[in-house]
Structure formats: structure tokens, C-alpha cells
């Protein structure tokens, strides 16, 4: 079955340390693979995706995430955060080559909350 | 600039009194997707059109309906909702190609009293 784990429910940290939100995927075919960020009653947001090429992707807001095909994971990183980084944030996949419907696979979510 | 607009951003509604959220966007895309997120949940995708195809959702309830007059616009009609069906509706598109991202809306907030 196809499907997405984010390891971790709710993350806490402290303004300014590094984060690290854990996201795992199960597929039988090649996938392309993003983070959405979705803010208190509001829509998902585009941070990053990985499509083919460099394993290491870059997004907005300083997040950046490493596609790590043996271990079937796309963990998103940010050096240094923000009070306003926090939010929800989703792993999801979309199905790649013959396999693709469209239709994006989410994982749980993932709550980030940075306090001073 | 907003390209993907759903109106109301807030729905209340009574137990059983048919409700519709609607959904614009400015991308010209060709795939409309509408998803229901329940309170610290991921969204559930409930159908999508591929222009004008609809494709349900195999656990969508019939008491989700949905139309698509035109490429601009699509509509989600909640015929008879149930305390149940409070939650956050997505309205999401996508353009051609494989690789194709989602574009989401800010959301529909619906509450049933």
C-alpha cells in the first residue's frame, strides 16, 4: 500500500535551534515527493519538492529537504527557526511515471511549535 | 495575488440544511480537487475533476456532491450535512504534466449546529 509516515506528531523547539521533521514513504513505484506548510485556518502552502536530479532540495522560508531513496525518506531541515515557523506541516507523494493519478498522498502532519 | 479563491471562507450551517462552497481559481489548470481536513487530520481527498471527468473518491459519502460548469469554477454541495461534516474544505488545482504541483486555496471553514 502506498502511503506516508511523518515519525513525529507534534515537535517542539526553541527559537533559533535547528529542526528536523521526519517523514518516511512506502511505494512501489517511483514518486515525487513535497512539503506543504499549512498556518492556523489557512490553506497548504508550497515549501519544497522533489522531482529527479539533486537529492537535495531547497524550498522557501530557509527549509530545505534531502530525498534519501534507500531509506525512503524526505526529511525537511531548517538550520535556525522562526516563532513564525510555526505551523502544520504535511509529507506528501505523488505517484510517478504510468503509476500517476494525481492524486497527492498525505502524511499525518507534523506540528511545529517554536517558542522563545 | 490569489489564484485559487474559495468563498465563503466561513460556513455555518444547521444539522441538515444544504450547504455550497465554492471555488474559483485564475490558473487556467485543467485538475480541480476537492478535500475535506478534519481537526488535526491530513486532507482526505473527496473527488477531483480532470476537466470536466469527474472522478469520485471510492469512501466519498452521496451526501457530497460536486459540479464544474466551467474551467474556472468548481462547486461542492453538502446536500444534508451532519455534525459529522464539520470541517475545513480544500479546494486544490493542478496543471498539465507529470510533475504537476497542487495549488490550494485558503479553505471553507464549515461549522453545524
Known amino acids: 500500500a502506498q502511503s506516508v509516515t511523518q515519525l513525529d506528531s507534534q515537535v517542539p523547539v526553541f527559537e533559533e535551534a535547528p529542526v528536523e521533521l521526519r517523514c518516511n514513504y512506502s511505494?512501489?513505484?517511483?514518486?515525487?515527493l513535497f512539503w506543504y506548510v499549512q498556518y492556523p485556518n489557512q490553506g497548504l502552502q508550497l515549501l519544497l519538492k522533489y522531482l529527479s536530479g539533486s537529492t537535495l532540495v531547497k524550498g522557501i522560508n530557509g527549509f530545505e529537504a534531502e530525498f534519501n531513496k534507500s531509506q525512503t525518506s524526505f526529511h525537511l531541515r531548517k538550520p535556525s527557526v522562526h516563532i513564525s515557523d510555526t505551523a502544520e506541516y504535511f509529507c506528501?507523494?505523488?505517484?510517478?511515471?504510468?503509476?500517476?493519478?494525481?492524486?497527492?498522498?498525505f502524511g499525518q502532519g507534523t506540528t511545529l511549535q517554536v517558542k522563545p | 495575488d490569489a489564484m485559487v479563491i474559495q468563498n465563503p471562507r466561513y460556513q455555518v450551517t444547521q444539522f441538515g440544511k444544504p450547504v455550497t462552497l465554492s471555488c474559483s481559481q485564475t490558473?487556467?489548470?485543467?485538475?480541480m480537487y476537492w478535500y475535506q481536513q478534519k481537526s488535526s487530520q491530513a486532507p482526505k481527498l473527496l473527488f477531483h475533476y480532470y476537466d470536466k471527468d469527474f472522478n469520485n473518491e471510492a469512501d466519498t459519502p452521496d451526501n457530497f456532491q460536486s459540479r464544474r460548469p466551467n474551467t474556472s469554477f468548481c462547486f461542492l454541495d453538502i446536500r444534508s450535512p451532519g455534525l459529522g461534516d464539520a470541517a475545513m474544505y480544500l479546494c486544490?488545482?493542478?496543471?498539465?504534466?507529470?510533475?504537476?504541483?497542487?495549488?490550494f486555496g485558503e479553505g471553507s471553514r464549515l461549522t453545524v449546529l
Open positions: 511505494s512501489s513505484v517511483s514518486v515525487y
Open positions: 506528501a507523494f505523488i505517484k510517478g511515471g504510468s503509476s500517476n493519478t494525481g492524486k497527492l498522498i
Open positions: 490558473l487556467n489548470h485543467n485538475v
Open positions: 486544490a488545482t493542478r496543471g498539465g504534466g507529470e510533475t504537476g504541483e497542487l495549488f
